[in-house]
């Protein structure tokens, strides 16, 4: 099982709606979590960290499962400049410290 | 918010070519810096994290002799590609953190890298 896991997508959406992205991760003992943005050819963009109780920040809310060890993200309103791929990300513990695991992202498409 | 610049962000060499690439912090000290890969369609990659003035920490795979990282200070580290060849041509992505582990990492814009 890869350590965090995502729908690829991609996600078509026109502008204004709704859209959810899942992810599942593997090692129970990672503590960190985070929602980055990449666009093509650049590079990711922290979108926000993901707490236990959910967060909220604008029209994007994140939700943290730890029991299903899922993480999710919902987009509302979505704009164009939403387009991009979302990688989840977690962080795992290596033999200098922590460092991040990163999804294989997301990708989404919003449409006029 | 947190800016970390990384150079050259394009860069085009002949086969065997030993390639430099620095990552600085602007805005705060990095104790920990990161370099990743990423092959098109795929995800990032960690290939080693490096703790200021200590040596960098290779993930299994990768051959330190042939990437070699220097973090001189708390705001600059560099990783050489020794000897580069066209297999080596990928999406070069360093990140730093400031501080707890739990902290975020914020990445440079990346270096593209191509070995003809």
């Known amino acids: 099982r890869k350590e965090v896991e995502q729908d690829p997508g991609p996600f078509n959406v026109p502008e204004g709606a709704t859209v959810a992205f899942n992810c599942t991760y593997s090692?129970?003992?990672?503590?960190?979590f985070f929602w980055y943005r990449q666009d093509c050819r650049k590079e990711p963009k922290l979108l926000m960290s993901?707490?236990?109780s959910g967060n909220e920040d604008g029209r994007f809310t994140a939700q943290l499962n730890r029991a299903s060890q899922y993480i999710s993200l919902l987009i509302r309103d979505s704009k164009l400049s939403d387009s991009a791929t979302y990688l989840c990300?977690?962080?795992?513990?290596?033999?200098?410290?922590?460092?991040?695991?990163f999804g294989k992202g997301t990708s989404l498409l919003v449409t006029p | 918010g947190a800016v970390v610049s990384q150079h050259p962000s394009r860069v085009i060499c002949k086969s065997g070519t030993s390639v430099k690439i620095e990552c600085r912090s602007l805005?705060?000290?990095?104790?920990?810096m990161f370099w990743y890969r990423q092959f098109p369609k795929q995800s990032l990659m960690l290939m080693a994290t490096?703790?200021?003035?200590?040596?960098?920490?290779?993930e299994q795979g990768v051959e330190k002799d042939k990437f070699l990282i220097n973090h001189a200070s708390l705001t600059l580290s560099t990783l050489t590609v020794t000897s580069a060849h066209p297999e080596d041509s990928s999406f070069y992505i360093c990140?730093?953190?400031?501080?707890?582990?739990?902290?975020?990492?914020?990445f440079g814009d990346g270096t593209r890298l191509s070995i003809l």
């Open positions: 990300v977690v962080n795992r513990y290596t033999n200098s410290g922590y460092a991040l695991n």
């Open positions: 090692n129970s003992a990672s503590q960190s």
């Open positions: 990140s730093a953190r400031e501080g707890a582990s739990y902290q975020p990492q914020h």
């Open positions: 993901v707490y236990s």
């Open positions: 805005d705060f000290q990095a104790t920990t």
């Open positions: 490096s703790n200021e003035g200590s040596k960098a920490t290779y």
